[in-house]
T-cell receptor
Framework: AQRVTQPEKLLSVFKGAPVELKCNYS??????LFWYVQYSRQRLQLLLR??SRESIKGFTADLNKGETSFHLKKPFAQEEDSAMYYC???????????FGRGTSLIVHP | NAGVTQTPKFRVLKTGQSMTLLCAQD?????MYWYRQDPGMGLRLIHY???????AKGEVPDGYNVSRLKKQNFLLGLESAAPSQTSVYFC???????????????FGPGTRLTVT
């Protein structure tokens, strides 16, 4: 069965510092990967999906099939980036994504 | 478009009481899901539906029932609430055959439920 691991429950950085939220997955086929963000007491919303290869709010994520990772990166963190971030994996033929347990990012002023 | 909406936003129940949470979406999505979110546990799938009239169990279905009588609505029922069901409940929907959409999920604003 597929699995998504976000090894850090909490990541704390200062404004302007680079940030990397890790996501590792276990799946032998071709996955579809997503990052969702949840700002305080708000709904989850899609941040990125790997097939789009886009940058949203300065965040990027590259799928590394060799390392089975999809880490989320931003070169200069902002206070408004403070949120919970979830990595999710969808495999071919399944309607049901698998979510990681989430990483809480806190950006200090 | 309103997207995904949930009713109610907050609720306090006593142990043993029942209630129904309503999720509605106006995006003509085929798939709908109910999750619970607990600290340190992330999102856990309760039940899901791949179309009108169909439902299936997720990771943590015990104590919950669901129905999808209309494509746009997905109801989550708690027949006899327990303190362990205190949580934030999120509904989500995905995929529109007509729009040829992707499988990313659209979430509702959540229902904060406390069972005392």
């Amino acid at each position: 069965a597929q699995r998504v691991t976000q090894p850090e429950k909490l990541l704390s950085v200062f404004k302007g510092a680079p940030v990397e939220l890790k996501c590792n997955y276990s799946y032998s086929g071709s996955p579809e990967l997503f990052w969702y963000v949840q700002y305080s007491r708000q709904r989850l919303q899609l941040l990125l999906r790997h097939i789009s290869r886009e940058s949203i709010k300065g965040f990027t994520a590259d799928l590394n099939k060799g390392e089975t990772s999809f880490h989320l990166k931003k070169p200069f963190a902002q206070e408004e980036d403070s949120a919970m971030y979830y990595c999710a994996l969808r495999t071919g033929g399944s309607y049901i994504p698998t979510f990681g347990r989430g990483t809480s990012l806190i950006v200090h002023p | 478009n309103a997207g995904v909406t949930q009713t109610p936003k907050f609720r306090v129940l006593k142990t043993g009481q029942s209630m129904t949470l309503l999720c509605a979406q106006d995006m003509n999505h085929e798939y709908m899901y109910w999750y619970r979110q607990d600290p340190g546990m992330g999102l856990r799938l309760i039940h899901y539906s791949v179309g009108e009239g169909t439902t299936a169990k997720g990771e943590v279905p015990d104590g919950y029932n669901v129905s999808r009588l209309k494509k746009q609505n997905f109801l989550l029922g708690l027949e006899s609430a327990a303190p362990s069901q205190t949580s934030v409940y999120f509904c989500a929907s995905s995929y529109s055959l007509l729009a040829g959409g992707g499988y990313e999920q659209y979430f509702g604003p959540g229902t904060r439920l406390t069972v005392t």
